[in-house]
Structures are given as C-alpha cells and as structure tokens.
C-alpha cells in the first residue's frame, strides 16, 4: 500500500499570523533575543519573518536532517551542518517551522547549548503534540490524533513532486493522480502545477 498521509496546506496569511503569534509572546515575555538561529531548511523563513518583528537583525544557520522525504522517517535525527556563526554569550531564539517528533530541535538545542551562549529558547509555528520535545513558544498546537503533514509555501514544490510520485504508483495519468491526491490526501492540486512535477517525478526511484 503506497503511503499518502493527510496533509493541510499552509497559506502565506496563517503564516503571517503564526509569526505576529511567536513575536507577541517573545515580546510579551521580554525575552528579545540578540541573536535568532534558524533551523534549516525549515527555519529559514520563520527566522526570517521573526527577525523583521522582533527587530533582531543577526540571523544563523544550523542544520539538522530528519524527514528525507515528505512524510516519510529517514532514520533518526543528525546535524548535518554546524552553526553558521558563533553564539558565545548571546541569547538565542532557535527557530523551526514545526516540531513532529522533535528530535530534531531537541538535537539543535543540545548543539547551541555546548557553544554556551547566555540563554537558549526555542520556537516553532506548529507543534504537534505527540512531539517529545515541546518548544519555549509555539503558535498552533495540532493534538496527536488530529495529525496531518503540513505542506508550507515554503516546501509546496518538493512535497507536491513527492506526493504526486506516490500517487502515479497507484493512479495513471494526471486527473487520476490529481483525484488520488485529494481523495488520499485532501490536496487540491492545479492542473498545471502537476505537470510541472510529474515529468521530474517519472523518472525518480521515489
């Protein structure tokens, strides 16, 4: 049986507002951090949109690895990329766009923690809550048995060729593959944006 999960698809207005939620409650909390580290590649653009609330212009980088492809566990979490800058003595806000498990902002964490910086939090838009690790701020909390994957505006393309592969195995041509992926998946894809992914689809090992 081919693996399509129920996803949700994030809109850029939901996404604005998860970051209007994170920065009212940092700031709320006066806990401005000086320097916010983003956990890539997921964490880039909420790091990014804090940065321009918050006011905290100094951005890193750290890189941890979990899902090799959408949906699916690819083993346990690891770096895969060290700080991009150093956080001795600042304080930090690690950001990601959701934890699932949470192992990988749990392993993030134990990183920026041995680079010793003044004090360490944590944020993520989503957070499922069967996620072993539970953030310092959060803007949504999906329960366990509510889970979906979330497709955000950020990752739209990779999980929509992901997604469309799996569903070409069970499904032939286009239309079917666009009604499996909303009856599966509850994904209204365009005509067009599948055609953009399926030729690049077709010849994978996905």
């Given at each position: 049986?081919?693996?399509?999960?129920r996803?949700?698809?994030?809109?850029?207005?939901?996404?604005?507002?998860?970051a209007?939620?994170?920065?009212?409650?940092?700031?709320?909390?006066?806990?401005?951090?000086?320097?916010?580290?983003?956990?890539?590649?997921?964490?880039?653009?909420?790091?990014?949109?804090?940065?321009?609330?918050?006011?905290?212009?100094?951005?890193?980088?750290?890189?941890?690895?979990?899902?090799?492809?959408?949906?699916?566990?690819?083993?346990?979490?690891?770096?895969?990329?060290?700080?991009?800058?150093?956080?001795?003595?600042?304080?930090?806000?690690?950001?990601?766009?959701?934890?699932?498990?949470g192992?990988?902002?749990?392993?993030?964490?134990?990183?920026?923690?041995?680079?010793?910086?003044?004090?360490?939090?944590?944020?993520?838009?989503?957070?499922?809550?069967?996620?072993?690790?539970?953030?310092?701020?959060f803007?949504?909390?999906?329960?366990?048995?509510?889970?979906?994957?979330?497709?955000?505006?950020?990752?739209?393309?990779?999980?929509?060729?992901?997604l469309?592969?799996?569903?070409?195995?069970?499904?032939?041509?286009?239309?079917?593959?666009?009604?499996?992926?909303?009856?599966?998946?509850?994904?209204?894809?365009?005509?067009?944006?599948?055609?953009?992914?399926?030729?690049?689809?077709?010849?994978?090992?996905a």
């Amino acid at each position: 049986m081919v693996d399509l999960p129920r996803c949700r698809r994030a809109g850029w207005p939901e996404v604005e507002r998860w970051a209007d939620t994170i920065a009212e409650k940092v700031r709320a909390a006066g806990r401005v951090p000086s320097t916010l580290v983003g956990l890539t590649r997921g964490g880039w653009v909420p790091a990014r949109l804090l940065s321009d609330r918050l006011g905290v212009r100094r951005i890193v980088s750290l890189r941890a690895q979990h899902w090799g492809v959408t949906a699916t566990r690819d083993g346990r979490a690891v770096l895969s990329e060290g700080l991009s800058g150093s956080v001795a003595s600042e304080t930090v806000l690690l950001v990601d766009d959701l934890t699932d498990t949470g192992e990988s902002l749990e392993l993030a964490a134990e990183h920026i923690r041995a680079a010793e910086p003044s004090r360490l939090e944590t944020a993520a838009f989503l957070h499922i809550g069967h996620s072993k690790f539970v953030p310092t701020y959060f803007a949504e909390e999906i329960s366990r048995d509510a889970w979906v994957w979330v497709v955000f505006p950020w990752n739209y393309w990779e999980d929509l060729a992901s997604l469309a592969a799996r569903a070409a195995e069970v499904a032939e041509g286009p239309e079917a593959v666009r009604r499996t992926l909303k009856e599966r998946c509850g994904l209204v894809v365009p005509a067009e944006d599948l055609a953009r992914v399926l030729p690049a689809t077709r010849g994978s090992s996905a």
